[in-house]
């Protein structure tokens, strides 16, 4: 590869630096800071600070590869696909009508991979910090989930009054908390807890695994704590990502109990199930909000969406080689050419939807084909293996579950709280799974 080539004379080029620098030599503890640093952040902090931290990790992944020895990189096939939706990027930023606009969501999408490039880096050099990287994740959780609470209580109803009210009785109206995480947005809040919830999992399964039974059902707690508080935040999309990532944590958790314990699950999860359905069933007000998913037009909020959908299809239609360029604000100019009167909208609503326009249909199939390369070996690595690292990987496919079915409705995928946590997700996916060889997969059975 050549860019190997570059690393390779560049390594050697500062070679007696690196050997003489202690700095050089604890680099990767400088990055793990400004990973944890990155989550911690998203807690509370605006989008630009939180991308600072993230720059940090990139300029410091940068300096790693030009000077420490044998490092270098390496593709996977999932790797090549966004390889390729990153140059058809440029491709469409270079050519958008408002190239200013476009190229500032550009540098955010180079953030982005280059917070992608250095988790990777970092994470396959230093493998049992993986562990505590989604001990930090699970941290901000726990903290969210008691402000979630704290707002739910206090009835933050002047603030979080994001819902259609004119069907609703008073009873039904709904106090939607909204966290710390600006800016103040409960659908915000709703995603970040959907991609950022499964990794409190890993109180539960690692103590599980050295048989310490009360350390896991204390976690086993905390997850339901940060559930309740998801559902608190009246996010409906985040309601469909929850229960997608509840049918992926039933099937994996079920895939790895003996014989005995499997009957005692699948009657635990009926009874769940039920009890569930009957919560929803009496609170009025989660009833109301959850029955809105299927009132089509005759929720204003729906209603809204479809009409920003036909509005960015017909976008689409108009740019399905090349997209528009990258960015909301490069979307929010170009959307009011096909809006319709009253209906103003910062994104489409859908993910794949926002790609296709903002990219082009190549550069939706070249992100959708590096998604699906890694989940699929993310699942076949699952189902080879009994280790901690199915653990972790559990533990990131279900968080990619629910940030893709929650994308379905909403982009709020698109914010850096989300964008970090997905990265880190992907990476850790990533690394595990790869070992220089698609056959490592099947050669331990």
Sequence with gaps: MFFNKILLFSQKLFNTLYQKSMVLKKIDLLIFLSIILVIFMSAFASSDTISYFAIIGIILTFIKLLTKPDEKFSMTTGDKFLLIYFMIVIISVAGSTLFAYSFKGFCKTLIYLGFYITTIHFIKDNKSMIKYILLAIAAVVMAETVIAFYQNFLSVSEISGWQDMSRLNPEEVMTRVYGSLKPYNPNLFGGYMLSALPATLIFIYLPLLNRHYKTAGVGLICFFLGAISLVLTGCRGAYLGLVAEFVVLSFVTYR?????????????????????????????????????????????????????????????KDNFLLGIGVGNQNFREIYGLYMKTGFDALSAYNIYLEIAVESGIFALLAFVGFLVCNIKRCIQFILRRKSADVIYLSIALISLTGILVHGLVDTVFFRPQIQFVFWIMIGIIRVITYKGSAVYLYARK
């Excluded at 635990?268 to 998913?293: E, G, K, P, Q």
């Design 256 to 316: 790895f109990l003996k014989p005995f314990y499997k009957k005692i699950f699948t009657i635990f999860i009926s009874v769940f199930t039920t009890i569930v359905f009957f919560i929803v069933i009496s609170i009025s007000s989660l009833r109301a909000r959850i029955f809105s998913i299927f009132a089509m037009r005759n929720d204003s909020s729906n209603s809204f969406r479809f009409n920003v959908y036909n509005s960015c299809i017909d976008m689409f």
